[in-house]
C-alpha cells in the first residue's frame, strides 16, 4: 500500500498533464470549429458526424490505432529530421484531443444556434459586425452550454486516460493495469479513485470559473482560475524536467511475469552500469515488438513461439526448440536490427488447464482426452489466444469444439474458472497461479503447441550504442529455470509482494551463491 | 430624407415587397401599415440592410446606403422592435451604451448619455442603471430599448411594432413619450403596425401595404376620407366603428 501511495505523485503528475493538454487542444479545435459550422449551416451535419464516428471507436482501440499511424507518420517526419515517437505520450495525446472534440464541438454549435434569434437581430441592429456580435453576444450567451461540453469532456477524458497505460504513456492507469494482472486490489482501487478524484476536481474547478464569470464574482473567477493556473503550471514544468539524456526504456507487457522481469532487467542495468531506466508497464503486446523495432522502446522480454507465429507468420509450429530459438534471432536481426541479449533459461507456452478436481472427475491429462467431452464444456482465454495460429493448429489438430468460447482478461480468467462459469482456460505454463487455484496443465500430446522461450530483446540503438547494457542483460542468459519463474510468480499473485521486491530478492540471492 | 426607389425583395422567388417607392421628408413619421404577409417589416428591415433588397435602393439625404458597410448604416439608425432584445448578460446602462461604444466614444461621455437618456425615457438612472434586463417589467424593457436606440443621436428611428407586447395603459403612455422625444429632436421615423388606432394617432402619414406594394399613401384624413380602394376602405372602417361605439357610450352623436 505504502509502495503504491509512493507512485501517486509521478502517475497523477503525468495523468493530469495528458489529460489538460488533451483538453486544452480538444477546446482550442473545437471551438473555433463550431463557431465556423455555425456560419455553415450545411457542412454541420457533415462535420458533427465525422466527430460522432470518432466517438463510437472504443477508446481503447482509438489509442492503439494511434501507435501505427503515428509510427508511420514518425518515418515521414525523420527524414526532416523530427523525431516522432510511436509509442507513450503523442499518440495518447492525439486519441484523448479527438476524443474530446464532440461534447464540445457540439455543445458551442448548439449553444450558438440556441441563442435567442431576438437577441442576434439587436446586435445586428446595434451595429455590431458579425465578429463583434460573436465575441458579446454569442459566445457571452452560449458559453455556458459550451462550458457543459467541456466539463462533460473533461470527465471523459480523464477517464480515458487510464487507458493509455498500454500504448506506453505514464497515467493513473498504471495502477489499474498492473494491479489487475498482478491481483493487487489496492492498486486498482488507488488508479481508480485518483482518476475520479481528479476528474471531479477539474469538473468542478470549471463550474467554479464559469459559475464565477456569469455571476461576475471576482472571488469564485479568482479561486478558481488561480488553481487551473496553479495545476498547468506544475504540470508544464515537470514536463521540462524530462529532457536530457534518453534513460534505457524498459518495456513489459501487461502480466506478473512481465513486470517481474522487466524490474528485473532494470535492476541489472541499474547496479551493472549505472545507466538510467525507465520501465513502460503493461503494453500491449505487439505494441511493444512494434515500438522496440521503431527504437522508441529498447529492451523487452518476448516469447520465441509469440515471434515465430505472430511476427515471422510461420505455420509450421512443431519445429525443435532450439531451431526456433536460431531462426528467431536470425530473422530478427535480419529484418529489424533486432537482437536477443539473452535466453532466460526457461519456456512459458500456451497450455490449456482445468480445475484439478474436474479433470480428475472427467479422467481427463492430455488434450486427445479433452476433445471428446469439449462440446459439454466451455473455455476461456485471453484477449489474443483465440486469434493466434497456435488456437488454429489446436482446433485442427485434437477437433475440440467447446460449448462456448469467451475472451477475457487473464487477471479475470483463473476466477472464472475457480468459480465455475469456464470449465477450461488458456494458462500459462509459468503461471504461479497454477499452483495456487490447484489447476492441472493438459498435456499436449501431439506437439501442436510451438517453443515458447523467454528471450530479452534489445532495441538497434541499444545494441549499437550501450554494450555496457548488452553485456549486462547477456549475464541473465540461462539464470532462471521454470521452477524459479514459477516461484516468483506466486510471490507476487498470490502473497501479493511487490514485483520490484521479488525481482531485487532473486538478484541478491544470484549474486551471493557462487 | 428618406427615398425608397423601387425597392424589391424576393424570398424563394416570390415577391414579398415588390416594386415599392416611397419618400419620407425631415421630421416626419410615417406609418407602414397592413396585414402579416404585407412586407411592411420586410421593407423596415431594408432599410437598415438587417434584409439586403433584392432590387432597387434606399436613399437617406440623397446618397445610396449601399455604399456603406451593413454595421456602419446600422449604428446611425435607431431600431426598436417589438421583443425589444435587451441583452441579458449585460446591465441596463450596458445596454444602452452599445452603439457609443461600438463608435468608439469616450467612456466618460458615454456614461453622461446613459444617464441622459434613463432620464428622459423616465427610469431614475441611480436606479436602474445597474439592474439586469431581465428584473424590469415589459415596459421598463421597451423604455430601455428605445434609450438604446437613442443612444448614439440617430436622425432616423425605425420601430417595428414596438408597444404592440404591452398593455393598453403602457402602450398609451409609452406612444405620447414617444411623440413627444421625437418632436423633440426632429426625428425621421418609419413606424410599422397593424393596429389601425395606433396608426391614426401618430402617423404624420400612413402608407398602406398589400401584398407587397403600395395601395395608398396619404394623411390619416386622406385615407378616411377617400380610400383608393375596397382594402382600404376596409381598414379605415375599424377605426370609424369604435370611434362612433365610444361617441354613443359617450351620449354623443356620430359624427358631423
Known amino acids: 500500500m505504502i509502495e503504491q501511495l509512493a507512485l501517486v505523485p509521478g502517475y497523477l503528475t503525468a495523468h493530469l498533464r495528458l489529460s489538460l493538454l488533451a483538453l486544452a487542444i480538444g477546446a482550442g479545435v473545437s471551438i473555433p470549429l463550431g463557431v465556423w459550422l455555425t456560419r455553415r449551416p450545411r457542412l454541420e451535419p457533415g462535420v458533427l458526424g465525422v466527430a460522432s464516428v470518432i466517438q463510437t ?21 525523420q527524414r526532416f529530421g523530427v523525431p516522432l515517437r510511436g509509442i507513450g505520450f503523442a499518440p495518447a495525446l492525439i486519441a484523448l484531443s479527438l476524443y474530446s472534440v464532440l461534447p464540445i464541438l457540439r455543445n458551442t454549435v448548439a449553444g450558438i444556434a440556441n441563442v435567442d434569434p431576438a437577441l442576434v437581430e439587436a446586435a445586428r441592429a446595434v451595429g455590431m459586425t458579425d465578429r463583434q456580435r460573436l465575441l458579446r453576444v454569442e459566445l457571452p450567451l452560449a458559453m455556458p452550454v459550451i462550458v457543459a461540453g467541456l466539463r462533460t469532456a473533461t470527465v471523459w477524458v480523464v477517464g480515458t486516460a487510464t487507458l493509455s497505460t498500454p500504448i506506453g504513456a505514464t497515467s493513473l492507469g498504471n495502477f489499474i493495469f498492473s494491479g489487475l494482472a498482478t491481483r493487487n486490489d489496492a492498486a486498482v482501487l ?46 508544464a514544468l515537470s514536463f521540462a524536467g524530462t529532457g536530457g539524456e534518453r534513460p534505457i526504456q524498459v518495456g ?38 512494434d515500438a522496440l523495432a521503431a527504437g522508441d522502446l529498447d529492451v523487452y522480454v518476448d516469447y520465441t513461439g509469440t515471434i515465430w507465429a505472430t511476427i515471422m507468420q510461420r505455420g509450421d509450429l512443431e519445429a525443435p526448440r532450439d531451431q526456433v530459438l536460431g531462426e528467431v534471432t536470425r530473422f530478427l536481426d535480419a529484418t529489424h536490427g533486432i537482437g536477443v541479449a539473452a535466453a532466460l533459461g526457461f519456456e512459458n507456452t500456451y497450455a490449456l488447464g482445468m480445475r484439478a478436481d474436474q479433470a480428475r472427475d472427467l479422467s481427463l491429462s492430455r488434450l486427445s482426452d479433452l476433445a ?51 470449465d477450461v482456460i488458456s494458462a500459462f505454463s509459468t503461471d504461479g497461479r497454477i499452483a495456487a487455484y490447484d489447476l492441472v496443465l493438459l498435456d499436449d500430446d501431439r506437439g501442436v503447441i510451438p517453443p515458447y522461450d523467454a528471450i530479452v530483446l534489445v532495441s538497434a540503438r541499444l545494441r549499437r550504442e550501450h554494450p555496457d547494457v548488452m ?12 521452477a524459479a519463474m514459477r516461484r516468483m510468480n506466486l510471490r507476487v499473485d498470490r502473497d501479493g509482494e511487490a514485483p520490484s521486491t521479488v525481482a531485487r530478492a532473486f538478484l541478491a540471492e544470484r549474486s551471493d551463491s557462487p | 430624407m428618406i427615398a425608397l426607389e423601387g425597392l424589391t425583395r424576393h424570398f424563394d422567388g416570390k415577391a414579398v415587397v415588390d416594386g415599392l417607392s416611397l419618400t419620407v421628408a425631415r421630421g416626419e413619421l410615417l406609418v407602414l401599415l397592413g396585414g402579416s ?6 421593407t423596415l428591415k ?27 448604416l446600422r449604428r446611425s439608425i435607431g431600431y426598436c422592435f417589438q421583443q425589444i432584445g435587451l441583452f441579458p448578460h449585460m446591465s441596463v446602462a450596458e445596454n444602452v451604451a452599445i452603439t457609443p461604444s461600438l463608435l468608439g466614444w469616450d467612456p466618460a461621455e458615454i456614461r453622461r448619455r ?44 425605425l420601430l417595428d411594432e414596438p408597444f404592440g407586447a404591452l398593455d393598453p395603459l403602457t402602450r398609451d403612455r409609452l406612444q405620447q413619450e414617444f411623440q413627444q422625444i421625437r418632436r423633440d429632436l426632429e426625428l425621421t421615423a418609419i413606424f410599422v403596425t397593424h393596429d389601425m388606432v395606433e396608426a391614426l394617432l401618430l402617423g404624420d402619414r400612413i402608407a398602406v401595404l398589400e401584398e407587397g406594394r403600395l395601395a395608398q399613401v396619404g394623411t390619416p384624413a386622406e385615407l378616411l376620407r377617400s380610400p383608393a380602394n375596397a382594402y382600404v376602405e376596409r381598414l379605415m372602417e375599424t377605426p370609424r366603428r369604435q370611434a362612433e361605439l365610444v361617441d354613443r357610450f359617450l351620449g354623443r352623436d356620430a359624427g358631423p
Open chain 1, 57 to 77: 471507436i472504443p477508446s481503447l482501440a482509438l489509442l492503439a490505432i494511434m501507435v501505427p499511424a503515428l509510427a508511420a507518420l514518425g518515418a515521414l517526419t
Open chain 1, 190 to 235: 488507488m488508479g481508480c479513485l485518483s482518476a475520479a478524484g481528479l476528474a471531479l476536481l477539474l469538473d468542478a474547478l470549471i463550474r467554479l470559473l464559469e459559475v464565477g464569470m456569469r455571476e461576475r464574482s471576482r472571488a469564485r473567477v479568482g479561486v478558481a482560475a488561480a488553481t487551473l493556473a496553479l495545476l498547468c503550471g506544475y504540470t
Open chain 1, 252 to 289: 513489459s507487457k501487461a502480466f506478473t511475469e512481465q513486470y517481474i522481469l522487466a524490474e528485473l532487467m532494470a535492476q541489472q542495468i541499474e547496479t551493472r552500469t549505472g545507466s538510467a531506466t525507465h520501465k513502460l508497464p503493461s503494453l500491449g503486446s505487439t505494441v511493444a515488438f
Open chain 1, 372 to 422: 471428446p467431452v469439449s462440446p459439454r464444456l466451455e473455455i476461456g482465454g485471453d484477449y489474443e489466444f483465440f486469434q493466434r495460429a497456435e488456437w488454429k493448429s489446436l482446433l485442427a489438430t485434437y477437433g475440440f469444439a467447446f460449448a462456448r468460447q469467451r475472451s477475457m482478461d487473464p487477471a479475470l480468467m483463473y476466477r472464472a474458472l475457480q468459480e465455475g462459469e469456464v
Open chain 1, 471 to 482: 553485456a549486462a542483460l547477456s549475464a541473465l542468459d540461462g539464470a532462471i529455470d521454470a
Open chain 2, 37 to 42: 404577409g404585407s412586407g411592411k417589416t420586410t
Open chain 2, 46 to 72: 431594408m432599410i437598415n440592410r438587417l434584409i439586403a433588397p433584392t432590387s432597387g435602393r434606399v436613399r437617406i439625404d440623397g446618397r445610396d446606403t449601399a455604399e456603406l458597410p451593413g454595421h456602419e
Open chain 2, 114 to 157: 446613459v444617464d441622459e437618456l434613463l432620464t428622459r425615457v423616465e427610469l431614475a438612472p441611480e436606479e436602474f442603471r445597474d439592474r439586469a434586463p431581465d428584473a424590469l417589467s415589459g415596459g421598463q424593457q421597451q423604455r430601455v430599448g428605445l434609450a438604446r436606440a437613442l443612444a448614439a443621436r440617430p436622425l432616423v428611428m
